[in-house]
C-alpha cells in the first residue's frame, strides 16, 4: 500500500522533472531570486527595460502575468499545484504561447531550473539581498499566511521565527525557504558571476542607484535606452512610486491566499528598505545569525551590505 507522502514526493519528482526538461528558446530571459530579495520589484523593472521605457504598454497587465513564474507555469497537477501555491500565484500561463524574448521569474535553486538555461546560455538575471532583510522580510510574509491559515499559529515575535529561518526545522514548515538555503542560492550564481550570460546584481545597490543598475541591466539585456528613459524607468520603479502604482501592487497572491488588500497590506511592496532589519534584530538575535551567516559565506568572498 503506497502512503499518501508517497504519492505526494512521485508528483513532485515528476513536477521537477517536467521543469527541468523544459524547453527554453535562446532569447529567454530568466530572473533568479531568493524569495523577499526584490523579484516584485525586478517585474516593473525588466519589462520597461526590454520594451524602452514604453510605461502605457505594461500599465494594465499584472506583474504576474507580465513575468510568470516558470515553476508554476509548467505545474498542472493539482495536488502539487496546491502545495506551489504557498509559493506564488496559482495561475496557469501557457508559456508556449508566449512571444519571444519571453521573461521568466523563479525562486528555485540552480539544480531545479531548465537544464537548457545551460545549454542555451539563456540571460540570467540574479538579485541578491542581504539575509538579515530578507529573514525580516519573510518574517512578515509567513506572518501574514500564518494569521490567515490560524491566527494562534502566528509566531510571537521575530526572535521566535529566526531560529526556524536560520535552520529549517522538520516542524517549521512555514518558514517555507530557509536561511541555510539561502547560502546555496546566493553562492551559486556567485559563482557563476563572470559569466557572460550571467548578470549578479544586489538589491542594495539598486537602492543606491537605481539609474545605474537600469542602465546596467539594459547593456546586459542589449537594449539601447537614452539616458531620458533610463532615468524614467528609474523613477517609474522607485519604491515610493511603486508604492501609489496599483497594478505594481496587483497580486492574486495577496487576494486569493492571503485575503489581503495588495493595495494597503502587500508583503511584496512593503517597507523597501536596506537596514530595516535593525528594528528588529536583538543583540542575540543578531549574534545567532551572525554565528551561522559566517560559517555559510566562510568559503567565499561575498560581500553583502548589512546597511547603506
Ligand atoms: P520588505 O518586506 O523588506 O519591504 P519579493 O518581491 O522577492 O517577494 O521581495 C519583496 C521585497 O522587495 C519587500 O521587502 C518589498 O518591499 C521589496 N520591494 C518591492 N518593490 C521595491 C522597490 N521598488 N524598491 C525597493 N524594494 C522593493
Redesign the pocket.
Known sequence: MVDAETIANSRIDIQVDKIRRFQVRSDDIFVI?Y???????MKELVPLVLNGGDIEAIKDKAPDARMPYIDFALTSDLLVKNMLSDFGVNEDFDLNKRMSPRTMVSHLEAKYLPQQIEEKKCKVIYVARNPK?VA??CF?FVQALLKRIDNSQCYKSFSAFLPDFIICKNDAQHVIYDGSLWKDHVLHWWSRRHDSNVLFMFYEDM?QDLTGNTRKMAEFLEVKLDDNVVEKIADH???DS?KKNPMALKSDYCSQRLKVNPTHDS???????VG?WKNYFTVADNELFDSHYKVWIKDSDLKMQFDL
Do not use: I, L, Q
Request: charged letters at 25%; one cysteine or more; aromatic letters at 12%.
Open positions: 531570486t524569495p523577499k530579495s526584490g523579484t516584485t520589484w532583510d525580516v522580510s512578515h537602492k520603479c522607485s519604491f511603486m508583503p511584496f511592496v512593503r517597507k523597501g528598505k530595516g
